[in-house]
């Protein structure tokens, strides 16, 4: 076998993406151990050496972004109809799905579109397929959020969209004090 | 000149469609790994409600597995098959894409080390589960042995032209993919293959399009009183015979988020104790499909990608 590939102590665990992530692990965290196979017959393990793949942050970054667009588009909803009834308040839970469906593709469309505006500038980051795009599609996120918090209006409807925007936003401004932190470690480490 | 009618766009759309597959890969490469549960829920809903006989496939063969289970249990488990199997066919993708993006473990260590290590030709005999695409290049490469894949042809030669050129985008020194077309040929490659010491790997759970078959009567339950009939290629049976090579029954397992298990299992043989070439093939092929086969995909249902009716009734 391919000894590079037969390193048992770099598991995915210990890999965050996000600099929160990392801090977490940092504060958190001694080394990950190698788990034990759950059955008795011999098994070996070959992870492959790779950034990134926290299982755990992974699925929490998936549901977070999930409640968050379905909040808005669900705030949306409320500033649109305006629900009074009981038929109305369930048209709004219903219509939330499709809504959600469109913001998601609306959002992940204009990524895509806005990375292939930015290679034909000549701009191409050397990221794997996909990285590059999520973050402008986080970036778009959280601009809209921005636009949401600049837009409020008063009043309970409105409520919803910009507590939920307000939310994203304080996320994002801790990952970003985060990296910050991360950064000044790195610094610090540097010059030692 | 290619066939611009809409029933035809719409039939490139579909489960074996070739612009269903150039969508998934153009989503793998925009959509970031943290939103992949996202759309990868919304599309396996949309696929899985809206496949009709892709879910009746799936649902007919965890009925065979599964007699006593009511329709909403079943329902359930054919979704969380389509469910397994957009995450594999995702993680695939990704690899595709030069992204090393797989964790791999081995159950059986020592079964696969001995192929690795032994000079003679090996048949390696798999099913349609985990990511085999992706694990045949990685066994090629950690054996330091030429592997043959054999695959079956896609549905649409569309598809099958894209396929193609996909696969040849990650060709290594080691590993070649061979299509089980009906020129007759293939046979002969791999025996050469196998004489040469070289590893052929092969799916030894569907029949499709122009292959040998061979019928068992089997009891897919367990229970000895509900009996179907299963269809299987014969042709890996009659290379072990023909060549006298031994066959390594290796499954790939989804453990995880990005996780694969690779189970690796002692290897058999298939040899004629008398004249009687046949009953040979079927006596290994039984070994195969009842002592190996069968418990693990009553074990790993969840992971059985065999997305047509598998289990017929016997007459």
């Known amino acids: ?192 | 000149m290619a066939d611009r009618s809409p029933a035809s766009i719409l039939h490139r759309f579909g489960a074996y469609g070739d612009l269903t597959l150039k969508f998934q890969a153009w989503g793998a490469k925009v959509c970031p790994p943290y939103l992949e549960p996202l759309y990868i829920s919304f599309y396996t809903a949309l696929a899985f409600l809206l496949g009709g006989p892709v879910r009746q496939g799936l649902i007919s063969n965890l009925k065979a597995l599964f007699p006593e289970q009511g329709p909403i249990t079943l329902f359930l488990k054919a979704y969380q098959v389509i469910w397994n199997f957009a995450f594999t066919v995702a993680d695939g993708t990704r690899s595709r894409q030069g992204e090393s993006v797989i964790d791999w473990e081995i159950d059986g260590y020592e079964h696969f080390e001995a192929m690795a290590k032994a000079e003679q030709g090996a048949i390696l005999l798999t099913a349609h589960m985990g990511n085999y695409d992706v694990a045949a290049p990685l066994f090629a490469e950690n054996f330091q042995r030429r592997l043959n894949a054999v695959r079956a042809p896609e549905r649409h030669a569309e598809t099958q032209e894209w396929m193609e050129r996909e696969l040849a985008a990650q060709a290594k020194d080691h590993y070649t993919v061979l299509y089980n077309k009906s020129d007759r040929l293939l046979g002969l490659q791999l025996v050469q293959a196998l004489s040469r010491g070289e590893i052929v790997a092969i799916q030894g759970d569907r029949v499709l399009f122009d292959v040998a078959p061979l019928s068992l009567e089997v009891s897919p339950s367990g229970d000895p009183d509900q009996r179907c009939l299963f269809t299987l290629p014969k042709g890996p049976f009659v290379l072990a015979l023909t060549t006298g090579v031994p066959i390594h029954p290796v499954f790939i397992l989804r453990t995880g988020w990005r996780r694969y298990r690779i189970v690796a299992l002692p290897p058999f043989y298939c040899q004629a104790e008398s004249r009687d070439r046949e009953a040979a093939i079927e006596k290994a092929a039984r070994h195969w499909v009842d002592d190996i086969l069968l418990p693990l995909i009553r074990t790993h249902w969840s992971q059985w990608f065999v997305l047509e009716t598998a289990f017929a009734p016997v007459k």
């Open chain 1, 1 to 192: 076998m391919n000894p590079e590939l037969l390193d048992p102590f770099l598991l995915p665990e210990c890999r965050p993406v996000t600099a929160l992530g990392r801090v977490l692990v940092l504060l958190t965290s001694a080394p990950v151990e190698q788990p034990v196979v759950d059955d008795k017959r011999s098994s070996s393990h070959f992870w492959t050496n790779r950034a990134g793949q926290h299982a755990g942050e992974t699925f929490f970054l998936a549901t977070l972004i999930s409640l968050i667009i379905s909040a808005l588009s669900f705030g949306w909803l409320i500033q649109q109809i305006a629900p009074s009834s009981f038929l109305t308040w369930l048209l709004t839970f219903v219509g939330t799905v499709p809504v959600f469906i469109v913001a998601i593709h609306v959002l992940i469309f204009a990524a895509s579109g806005i990375e292939a505006l930015l290679q034909l500038f000549g701009i191409r980051p050397a990221q794997f397929p996909g990285h590059f795009c999520g973050r402008l599609f986080l970036a778009l996120l959280s601009a809209w959020c921005v636009l949401i918090l600049v837009n409020a209006g008063h009043g309970v409807r409105n409520c919803l969209m910009s507590s939920t925007a307000a939310l994203w936003l304080t996320v994002v401004a801790v990952n970003f004090a985060a990296w910050i932190f991360l950064q000044f470690r790195e610094l610090r480490q540097a010059l030692t």
